[in-house]
């Protein structure tokens, strides 16, 4: 896997060289150490994940990506895979128009990462808990109406990036709208559906309905995000609901202090394993352009009755370029 890791970035190195476009590399890493109580508590160290990636701009209207997601995926031995991510070609038809087509971002929740901003640390709600995957094979669109109004829509095979488009051929399509009410304050709505592939009583179209906030004040940021699924699963009455809250403010010089809680509910208990609370609260030092380092608690408790906090310290990093 080494030497597969090695001939990507030598490939995106020499076609940096050879097209002058724009390579970039993103990479998450941390130690953590858990602090549940067990007489021999889990730590380790972990490279998370690194993106190896290279953009080029062909003209003003039209560019291109691709993106390597190489991710840990061994259950015992220290194992990398890189996928695909993003390979699409961006056409910017005029200056309110622009289409992605080929292997895209999707537009679920990069919103609400967006607001989040410590993705290094810890994904979103919606990408945590597999709501929709951040890439996957399609179109996407973005218009913007106006100076403060702007609509986004997608088509995608709706497997996510890792898979291939499933035997019932269907397609996931979403529509979002996002206001710019001022430069501080951002408004966004979204609708998602994944049609169902059968018409048993059992089956449902699922159906994903966002909304979020995020303010950006001089010196700190906060967001608000909160989201529901009708018939997860493509299962009929299967409704599932994720709220989200998070911050961050300066303290000068490169660091600052953040935090997060996330609360996820299903309807009738169905979902009852993965409900809980989850809580992030840290400190986060830009050590020089490119590089951040963080510090921070993690605790996740299940809804189940009886159920105990899982905590966990952590340092994590995040170093691109």
């Given at each position: 896997?080494?030497k597969?890791?090695?001939?990507?970035?030598?490939?995106?190195?020499?076609l940096?060289?050879?097209?002058?476009g724009?390579?970039?590399?993103?990479?998450?890493?941390?130690?953590?150490?858990?602090?549940?109580g067990?007489?021999?508590?889990?730590?380790?160290?972990?490279?998370n994940?690194?993106?190896?990636?290279?953009g080029?701009?062909?003209?003003?209207?039209?560019?291109?990506?691709?993106?390597?997601?190489?991710?840990n995926?061994?259950?015992?031995?220290?194992e990398?895979?890189?996928?695909?991510?993003?390979?699409?070609?961006?056409?910017?038809?005029?200056?309110?128009?622009?289409?992605n087509?080929?292997q895209?971002g999707?537009?679920?929740?990069?919103?609400?990462?967006?607001?989040?901003?410590?993705?290094?640390i810890y994904?979103?709600?919606?990408?945590?808990?597999?709501?929709a995957?951040?890439?996957?094979?399609?179109?996407t669109?973005?218009?913007?109406?106006?100076?403060?109004?702007?609509?986004?829509?997608?088509?995608?095979?709706?497997?996510?990036?890792?898979?291939?488009?499933?035997?019932?051929g269907?397609?996931?399509?979403?529509v979002?709208?996002?206001?710019?009410?001022?430069?501080?304050?951002?408004v966004?709505?979204?609708r998602?559906?994944?049609?169902?592939?059968?018409?048993t009583?059992?089956?449902?179209?699922?159906?994903t309905?966002?909304?979020?906030?995020?303010?950006?004040g001089e010196?700190?940021?906060?967001?608000?995000?909160?989201?529901?699924?009708?018939g997860?699963?493509?299962?009929?009455?299967?409704?599932?609901?994720?709220?989200?809250?998070?911050?961050?403010?300066d303290l000068?010089?490169?660091?600052?202090?953040?935090?997060?809680y996330?609360?996820?509910t299903?309807?009738?208990?169905?979902n009852?394993?993965?409900d809980g609370?989850?809580?992030?609260?840290?400190?986060?030092?830009?050590?020089?352009?490119?590089?951040?380092?963080?510090?921070?608690?993690?605790?996740f408790t299940?809804?189940?009755?009886?159920?105990?906090?899982?905590?966990?310290?952590?340092?994590?990093l995040?170093?691109?370029?």
């Open positions: 896997m080494k597969t890791i090695l001939s990507i970035a030598l490939s995106l190195f020499g940096g060289v050879m097209a002058q724009q390579p970039h590399v993103k990479i998450f890493s941390n130690f953590n150490y858990e602090l549940s067990e007489e021999n508590p889990f730590k380790a160290f972990e490279v994940r690194a993106y190896l990636g290279y080029y701009t062909y003209n003003e209207n039209f560019s291109a990506k691709v993106t390597f997601d190489v991710g995926v061994g259950a015992e031995k220290n990398y895979l890189a996928f695909l991510k993003i390979a699409q070609v961006t056409w910017k038809a005029n200056s309110n128009l622009k289409i087509f080929g895209v999707t537009k679920n929740f990069k919103f609400m990462e967006k607001a989040w901003g410590h993705r290094y994904k979103s709600l919606q990408d945590k808990n597999k709501w995957s951040p890439a996957d094979a399609g179109v669109a973005d218009y913007k109406i106006n100076s403060s109004l702007s609509l986004d829509a997608q088509v995608l095979n709706g497997e996510g990036f890792m898979k291939n488009q499933g035997e019932n269907l397609f996931r399509g979403g979002g709208l996002t206001f710019n009410a001022t430069d501080e304050l951002a966004r709505l979204h998602d559906v994944s049609p169902r592939s059968s018409y009583e059992t089956d449902a179209h699922q159906n309905t966002s909304a979020a906030v995020a303010y950006s010196g700190f940021n906060v967001g608000f995000e909160y989201n529901m699924q009708e997860a699963n493509n299962v009929t009455d299967q409704v599932r609901k994720g709220t989200s809250v998070y911050g961050a403010y000068g010089d490169g660091l600052s202090i953040f935090g997060r996330d609360e996820l299903s309807e009738n208990d169905w009852l394993d993965k609370t989850f809580m992030i609260a840290g400190v986060e030092k830009v050590m020089t352009k490119g590089v951040k380092a963080s510090l921070n608690y993690q605790s299940e809804a189940t009755d009886g159920a105990e906090s899982e905590n966990t310290l952590y340092v994590s995040e170093y691109k370029f």
